[in-house]
Nanobody
């Protein structure tokens, strides 16, 4: 009844692009802050990006600034992460999370199952 589903991951060469999607059912994403996180084996989970429910605040990790863009399509109840100029260190499982104040307070109440991104030659 309440679900977040990530999609769009895959294998891409360095310098390539992917667009990840975070689609919701059972609730409206426009009412929530949405964050993207990633985790690689042996590494801590990293916050990649976040967008507030009113689109007044966005966050990007220093490692992805200028390469990644977060955006909403409220008509599709979906949040996207456009990833350009991908590097091998971008490899990992990418998760989206949602919460009323998640960008500021990390109160993520819902999580997706993750989608694998692999950047390799």
């Amino acid at each position: 009844q309440v679900q977040l589903v990530e999609s769009g991951g895959g294998l891409v060469q360095p310098g390539g692009s992917l667009r990840l999607s975070c689609a919701a059912s059972g609730f409206t994403l426009a009412y929530l802050d949405i964050g993207w996180f990633r985790q690689a084996p042996g590494k801590e989970r990293e916050r990649v990006s976040c967008i507030s429910r009113g689109n007044g605040f966005t966050y990007y990790a220093d490692s992805v600034k200028g390469r990644f863009t977060i955006a909403r399509d409220n008509a599709k109840n979906t949040v996207y992460l456009q990833m350009n100029s991908l590097k091998p260190e971008d490899t990992g499982v990418y998760y989206c999370g949602a919460g009323l104040s998640a960008c500021r307070a990390s109160d993520f109440g819902s999580w997706g199952q993750g989608t694998q991104v692999t950047v390799s030659s």
